[in-house]
């Protein structure tokens, strides 16, 4: 079964907007997630690691303002894409590593923003 | 700068046996993952390889030489249900999951 739970799987909203995206973890507590960003027939880059109960770390380049990360609960971290463009139109992703090896991390379904 | 390097495009017909190619350039290393992801979908973890040598698990194989910073994916009895993109990743010594630029497997009949 699914170990990681992420809504919605597909969202599109108009430019200026913002757009939360969740992800879960499914019966155990997750005190790590990791958000990515894949654009069309590329590879994943890492955004941010959410820490629950603190700041996430930002990738370079990655702007903290735009994308808001929340990890406020030990099954629950959200994204908020803020003043949306077209260009952040992606696949964004999020991942955790249940077992604690960081190597074997278990990805969201994944959700496709579209901004007009 | 830290790269990883895979073929972009592999072709291979049902039922044969294909190898995907991961060279990488890191700082550190903890280990190199392989990943898979169908079109439109998420990726699910495959194979991991933390020390050098052959791993297996099913149908699929993954090897792993520290020293020439080198792994392949190994796919026997190809099905259709194969065709899909696969990554290599290593672990940094940042402990942040670097990925490969994927390689993308297409099985025909």
């Known amino acids: 079964g699914a170990v990681v739970s992420q809504h919605p799987s597909r969202v599109i909203c108009k430019s200026g907007t913002s757009v939360k995206i969740e992800c879960r973890s499914l019966d155990f507590q997750a005190t790590t997630m990791f958000w990515y960003r894949q654009f069309p027939k590329q590879s994943l880059m890492l955004m941010a690691t959410s820490n629950e109960g603190s700041k996430a770390t930002y990738e370079q380049g990655v702007e903290k303002d735009k994308f808001l990360i929340n990890h406020a609960s030990l099954t629950l971290s959200t994204l908020t894409v803020t003043s949306a463009h077209p260009e952040d139109s992606s696949f964004y992703i999020c991942s955790t590593d249940p077992i604690g090896a960081k190597n074997i991390q278990y990805f969201g379904a994944g959700t496709r923003l579209s901004v007009l | 700068g830290q790269s990883l390097e895979q073929p972009s495009e592999v072709t291979a017909v049902e039922g044969a046996i294909v190898q995907i190619n991961c060279t990488y350039q890191t700082s550190g290393f903890y280990g190199l993952s392989?990943?898979?992801?169908?079109?439109?979908?998420?990726?699910?973890?495959?194979?991991?390889?933390?020390?050098?040598?052959?791993?297996?698990?099913?149908?699929?194989?993954?090897?792993?030489?520290?020293?020439?910073?080198?792994?392949?994916?190994?796919?026997?009895?190809?099905?259709?249900?194969?065709?899909?993109?696969?990554?290599?990743?290593?672990?940094d010594s940042s402990y942040k999951l670097i990925f490969g630029s994927g390689t993308r497997l297409l099985v025909r009949p």
């Open chain 2, 34 to 91: 392989w990943y898979q992801q169908h079109d439109g979908g998420a990726p699910t973890f495959l194979s991991y390889n933390a020390l050098d040598g052959l791993e297996e698990t099913g149908r699929f194989s993954s090897f792993l030489s520290r020293s020439d910073s080198y792994g392949y994916l190994l796919l026997q009895e190809l099905q259709m249900k194969d065709s899909a993109s696969y990554f290599c990743a290593v672990m």
